[in-house]
């Protein structure tokens, strides 16, 4: 230290010790006069249990008065929760547990928010009680307890300014406890009663004015004991006496957190001293013995306190700035002197966190945008989403400006709300892109989002889909040709045709023979047409019935139109035939309709179940049938099998027919020298071909047969056809094929 701040240093020394001697002085003058004004008779103690007659009692008095609330930081910061203190000196009263000399655990001042009655901080011993208590609960549980039992919780107060005269405070804790007063060095406690007890129900107030004078007080709970113990706590009190005037420094804060700053900027924040005292305070530099370091500082020009003078009940301020240059958390204290004989120095802590430069951050919803599938001629919107996740403005160019999309991809105008746009952050933007296909092919395209994002300037978008044909019905037909065969004049015979749209989109059927109707014999049956001006989703079919009803023996042709929407046969031509016969001789039976398996029909088993509908006989005469199936075309060495030898009627009911063993041995006899492909053929068929099924086909009800054959070539394609007798005609069926596997 140099000479010149030694001079400074001597010269408040004597200054301090000059005002020490004027207030000893002024001290005693008081006295004195209280003495007189008290005389030789010493008053008994005065309890009070309601804080309005304390405190107007204490003003009919001499005595000066203060408060203590427990709220000072400067001198109550050490005993804070979860901290405590073995003492606080505060405005001439040191406060202790009222068991500061406890052997087995130390025994301390704390505060806490729990037992305050205003502001945030009441008053507590921690632990509670005192520890040196040896006896268990058992032992203690007789009435009365012995002395080591005794919990005795509370607080000391002692005055090292003066003489005190009363005290008086609210007190809370466990419900039973009871609160005695014990002044000074007096064995005798002071008791309130009734009112001494703690209801649980909040504070209550107790308080004493003793004429006599005391220099110490303890708060005392006198129930309490081990296993049963009763805990208390204090909050505003009021103090009166005779004092040495004394400053008392107050801080608004012993903490000062700046918490997030942008690196290269600073903030600040304004401390205040106050003289909460009833002398002038003498502040010293502040930051002396303890300063601060960068990036924490005493703004230069805004520091109001440093060796300064403070009268009762006036304050100063001082600027702290934090100025942060690195990232990262940041924490220094600095001192404040001052000739507060409590706390002559208080320490402030300072903190603060250098946050980054602010910065934009471009988020994209996606980077790629895919259309899937998407039918030529149409389109498919999708939207981007562009946000600003940063803590900076971002601004964004052009979209596609260096890397534009091309057909069949395009930024749909109207509807790009970022390009050359600014976001603020936390905002977003849209754009929608649009996919066009024209042809049927894959596509694939990208485009640039650029910004002033500094990490990512440039975002690419890639884009595909796919360009799919449009859907389109198509018209199947059954079959184009329906041969009635010989039917006997004066008899109809029906047949159905079914139409079905084996296409991908929905087919409008119109009025079906409108620009070709049929003419008689021919007709559509009135009724039986579902086809005629219905629509047919795909995979969905319908039915129409044809009639041939001969009035003359001749043959006749003719053809009806279906018309529709297919774009590829709008028109189907169904032609018709058949023979009209007369009555008096023989009519041969209708033609068989082949319907399983389909024709053309491919991977078919090696065992298969031929399957037909059944003839009609004009002349109502039983009819039979025989199968031909023959790898030939042409059926060259493959004769027909008997395969049931007669049917009667088109309403016969389900029968099943055998084959004779017999008579197709003989059958096969008969064949001759054939080829062993053909003898092959047959003998399948003998042995595993015996029962011909008699039913009404599951669709459209008609009557039908079936015929089953095994052992057939694989990987071959069959001909079959089958063929209707009455005995003295027959009619032949149309050709089917199909391949086995």
């Not at 607080?155 to 002044?183: C, E, I």
């Not at 003998?683 to 599951?698: E, K, N, Q, T």
Request: proline content about 7%.
């Amino acid at each position: 230290m140099n000479r010149e701040l030694q001079r400074q240093v001597s010269g408040l020394a004597l200054e301090h010790r000059e005002k020490a001697m004027t207030r000893l002085l002024l001290s005693g003058l008081v006295t004195a006069l209280l003495f007189l004004i008290a005389g030789s008779a010493q008053a008994a103690p005065t309890a009070y249990t309601d804080e309005a007659s304390y405190l107007s009692a204490l003003a009919a008095t001499p005595y000066q008065t203060f408060q203590e609330g427990f709220e000072n930081d400067a001198a109550w910061g050490v005993a804070r929760s979860p901290n405590a203190a073995d003492s606080v000196s505060s405005q001439g009263i040191v406060w202790t547990s009222n068991h500061p000399d406890a052997v087995t655990v130390p025994s301390r001042i704390t505060t806490g928010s729990g037992p305050a009655l205003s502001g945030s901080w009441g008053a507590y011993s921690s632990p509670h009680g005192d520890p040196d208590r040896e006896l268990s609960a058992t032992a203690c549980d007789v009435t009365p307890s012995p002395d080591p039992c005794l919990q005795h919780d509370g607080l000391l107060g002692t005055s090292t300014g003066g003489t005190l005269y009363g005290v008086g405070g609210w007190v809370s804790g466990t419900f039973g406890g009871q609160v005695v007063f014990v002044l000074g060095g007096n064995p005798v406690p002071l008791d309130f009663g009734d009112a001494g007890v703690i209801s649980g129900g909040g504070h209550q107030f107790l308080g004493v004015i003793e004429p006599a004078g005391f220099t110490s007080f303890e708060v005392r709970e006198i129930e309490g004991k081990t296993g049963d113990e009763k805990l208390i706590f204090a909050d505003d009190f009021t103090m009166a006496g005779v004092f040495t005037p004394q400053p008392n420094l107050t801080v608004s804060s012993t903490s000062l957190a700046f918490g997030s700053v942008t690196v290269d900027t600073s903030a600040d924040q304004t401390l205040t001293l106050t003289n909460a005292g009833d002398a002038d305070l003498s502040l010293f530099d502040l930051a002396f013995v303890d300063p601060l370091a960068a990036p924490f500082e005493l703004v230069a020009g805004q520091d109001g306190c440093s060796n300064q003078t403070l009268t009762p009940a006036t304050s100063c301020t001082v600027v702290v700035r934090y100025a942060p240059t690195s990232t990262r958390i940041h924490s220094e204290t600095f001192d404040i002197p001052s000739d507060d004989p409590d706390t002559p120095t208080v320490t402030v802590g300072v903190s603060g966190t250098g946050a980054p430069l602010p910065t934009p951050n471009l988020g994209v919803s996606a980077t790629s945008m895919a259309f899937s599938s998407v039918t030529v001629g149409a389109a498919a919107d999708q939207t981007l989403t562009l946000t600003n996740i940063g803590n900076a403005n971002l601004s964004v160019f052009d979209l596609g400006f260096v890397d534009p999309l091309t057909a069949p991809f395009e930024l749909l105008a109207g509807q790009d709300g970022c390009s050359n746009q600014t976001l603020i952050p936390a905002t977003s933007c849209t754009v929608t892109v649009r996919y066009t296909p024209t042809e049927e092919a894959m596509h694939s395209d990208t485009f640039d989002i650029p910004s002033d994002d500094p990490d990512t300037s440039t975002v690419t978008v890639g884009v595909s889909g796919t360009g799919t044909p449009v859907p389109t019905p198509n018209l199947a037909v059954s079959t184009t040709s329906m041969a009635f065969g010989s039917v006997t004049i004066g008899s109809t015979a029906d047949q159905t045709l079914t139409l079905s749209n084996t296409g991908d989109a929905d087919l409008a059927v119109f009025q079906l023979a409108s620009a070709n109707p049929l003419a008689a014999p021919f007709s559509l049956v009135a009724g039986q047409d579902g086809c005629s001006n219905q629509t047919l989703g795909p995979a969905m079919g319908c039915t129409v019935v044809v009639r041939y009803a001969p009035t003359e023996e001749a043959m006749h042709n003719d053809g009806f139109d279906i018309p529709s929407d297919d774009p590829d046969a709008p028109t189907a031509t169904v032609s018709v035939s058949g023979s009209g016969l007369p009555s008096a001789g023989n009519n041969p039976p209708t033609a068989p309709i082949l319907w399983a398996p389909a024709d053309g029909q491919v991977d078919a088993e090696t065992r298969v179940t031929l399957r037909w509908y059944l003839s009609s006989d004009p002349d109502g005469d039983s009819v039979g049938y025989d199968i031909q199936i023959c790898e030939d075309a042409s059926f060259q060495g493959c004769p027909p099998v008997v395969a049931v030898a007669a049917v009667f009627g088109e309403n016969t009911p389900y029968r099943y027919a055998g084959l004779g063993g017999i008579g197709l041995l003989a059958l096969l006899l008969g064949f001759g020298a054939r080829r062993r492909r053909t003898r092959a053929l047959l003998l399948a068929v003998l042995v595993s071909s015996s029962l011909i099924l008699m039913s009404c086909h599951p669709v459209n009800r008609k009557p039908s047969a079936a015929f089953q054959v095994d052992g057939l070539s694989a990987n071959t394609t069959h001909y079959w056809k089958v063929i209707a007798r009455d005995g003295i005609d027959s009619t032949e069926s149309v050709v089917r094929s199909f391949t086995t596997k």
